[in-house]
């Protein structure tokens, strides 16, 4: 007996390592050529200080997944069909032309992620990966993820620096009416990081809420260190450089027009596009915002959903319903 996990972000492979560690054996089929999903590619957000960013908790986890006997990795690899009933699901997974067929099947574990605004093709303002000096909110984590091997700009750093936030969220028109609870706490960590390193660029937040990030006075101290907020929502962005951003400003609903060196959008997420097909072969629903949903009690229905497939979460969320949808799995499985 195994049990499937659709997808090896941080949410399919910590589910893995947790039924491994209880003994179960575990098939990871993973679409991309490499595990880790989005997490993978972020960097530590800590400047004087830890700044609590939760990527820590990932440790060595995809080492540990990669090299351990019970998980049966297929990278590049999609499941095409589900047979059976829960306990004895048989599974048909496709990689390139090859297809396998898995029996023995107790229970999958749906941990498909999601795709970020700017991947979505949407965006409250025209969003333009190519010009320099416009990066989005995964570009931000790039840069913080190589910076522990160079400095963040090869040349000068910029001047100004906007952040665009509540990016492909919180916008009827965008079809997104939720808040992605994550782009408030990655963005403002990593603004922090650039005033630590770069104590003249001037960083400005534009935002149409704010979301508690750390308990106690988390935006004054961010204003202390000298990063500005101005409540607005943004009209457009004309390319530079230097980079020319619109936006209307709440306290008097004025149009301001602002230049910066840098632009960044702060994307959220969005429903993983596969995640139709994927309810249709796992015999899942979604939820009001599109992210998936089982359809009863998983122990009834043999399939859960992991992770950001079901909506929005940080890392430790993710972490911690992963371990508890192991130990449910555990506790149902002989
Ligand atoms: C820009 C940005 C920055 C963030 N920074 C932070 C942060 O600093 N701290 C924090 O706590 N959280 C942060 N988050 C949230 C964090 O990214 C998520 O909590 C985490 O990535 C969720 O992991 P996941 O495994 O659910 O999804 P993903 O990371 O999306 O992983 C899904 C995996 O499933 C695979 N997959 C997809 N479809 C299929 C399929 N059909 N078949 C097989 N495999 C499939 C994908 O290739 C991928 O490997 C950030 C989010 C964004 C957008
Ligand atoms: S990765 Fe995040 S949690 Fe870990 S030290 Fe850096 S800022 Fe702190
Ligand atoms: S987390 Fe912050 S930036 Fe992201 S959608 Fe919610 S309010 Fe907007």
Same mark, same amino acid.
């Given at each position: 007996?195994?049990?499937?996990?659709?997808?090896?972000?941080?949410?399919?492979?910590?589910?893995?390592?947790?039924?491994?560690?209880?003994?179960?054996?575990?098939?990871?089929?993973?679409?991309?050529?490499?595990?880790?999903?989005?997490?993978?590619?972020?960097?530590?957000?800590?400047?004087?200080?830890?700044?609590?960013?939760?990527?820590?908790?990932?440790?060595?986890?995809?080492?540990?997944?990669?090299?351990?006997?019970?998980? #049966?990795?297929?990278?590049?690899?999609?499941?095409?069909?589900?047979?059976?009933?829960?306990?004895?699901?048989?599974?048909?997974?496709?990689?390139?032309?090859?297809?396998?067929?898995?029996?023995?099947?107790?229970?999958?574990?749906?941990?498909?992620?999601?795709?970020?605004?700017?991947?979505?093709?949407?965006?409250?303002?025209?969003?333009?990966?190519?010009?320099?000096?416009?990066?989005?909110?995964?570009?931000?984590?790039?840069?913080?993820?190589?910076?522990?091997?160079?400095?963040?700009?090869?040349?000068?750093?910029?001047?100004?620096?906007?952040?665009? #936030?509540?990016?492909?969220?919180?916008?009827?028109?965008?079809?997104?009416?939720?808040?992605?609870?994550?782009?408030? +706490?990655?963005?403002?960590?990593?603004?922090?990081?650039?005033?630590?390193?770069?104590?003249?660029?001037?960083?400005?937040?534009?935002?149409?809420?704010? #979301? #508690?990030?750390?308990?106690?006075?988390?935006?004054?101290?961010?204003?202390?260190?000298?990063?500005?907020?101005?409540?607005?929502?943004?009209?457009?962005?004309?390319?530079?450089?230097?980079?020319?951003?619109?936006?209307?400003?709440?306290?008097?609903?004025?149009?301001?027009?602002?230049?910066?060196?840098?632009?960044?959008?702060?994307?959220?997420?969005?429903?993983?596009?596969?995640?139709?097909?994927?309810?249709?072969?796992?015999?899942? +629903?979604?939820?009001?915002?599109?992210?998936?949903?089982?359809?009863?009690?998983?122990?009834?229905?043999?399939?859960?959903?992991?992770?950001?497939?079901?909506?929005?979460?940080?890392?430790?969320?993710?972490?911690?319903?992963?371990?508890?949808?192991?130990?449910?799995?555990?506790?149902?499985?002989?």
């Amino acid at each position: 007996m195994a049990v499937l996990i659709v997808g090896g972000g941080l949410a399919g492979c910590s589910t893995a390592f947790e039924l491994v560690s209880r003994g179960q054996n575990v098939v990871l089929v993973e679409s991309a050529s490499t595990i880790g999903g989005k997490v993978r590619r972020y960097g530590c957000k800590a400047a004087d200080r830890c700044l609590n960013c939760g990527l820590c908790l990932v440790g060595d986890l995809w080492n540990q997944v990669e090299s351990h006997p019970q998980i #049966q990795l297929r990278t590049e690899t999609e499941l095409l069909d589900v047979m059976g009933a829960p306990g004895s699901f048989s599974a048909v997974v496709r990689h390139a032309d090859s297809l396998d067929i898995f029996d023995g099947i107790s229970h999958i574990v749906v941990a498909s992620g999601f795709v970020e605004s700017s991947r979505a093709a949407v965006g409250a303002v025209e969003y333009s990966h190519q010009a320099p000096g416009i990066i989005t909110g995964l570009e931000l984590e790039q840069l913080m993820s190589e910076r522990r091997r160079a400095a963040l700009w090869d040349g000068e750093p910029p001047k100004s620096v906007a952040f665009l #936030q509540c990016f492909g969220s919180r916008s009827l028109r965008d079809r997104a009416q939720y808040c992605s609870r994550v782009c408030c +706490s990655y963005a403002s960590r990593a603004a922090r990081v650039l005033k630590h390193y770069y104590p003249d660029t001037r960083v400005v937040f534009l935002h149409m809420e704010q #979301q #508690q990030v750390e308990p106690g006075s988390y935006w004054q101290s961010l204003e202390a260190d000298g990063i500005e907020f101005v409540r607005s929502r943004p009209v457009t962005v004309r390319v530079g450089p230097p980079h020319t951003v619109l936006y209307e400003r709440s306290v008097d609903s004025t149009i301001v027009e602002e230049s910066f060196d840098m632009v960044v959008f702060s994307e959220g997420m969005y429903p993983n596009p596969d995640g139709e097909r994927l309810a249709e072969v796992c015999r899942l +629903s979604f939820s009001d915002e599109g992210f998936l949903k089982a359809v009863r009690d998983s122990s009834e229905t043999g399939v859960s959903v992991v992770g950001c497939a079901g909506g929005p979460k940080r890392i430790e969320e993710v972490v911690a319903e992963a371990l508890q949808t192991a130990r449910g799995i555990c506790g149902g499985v002989r």
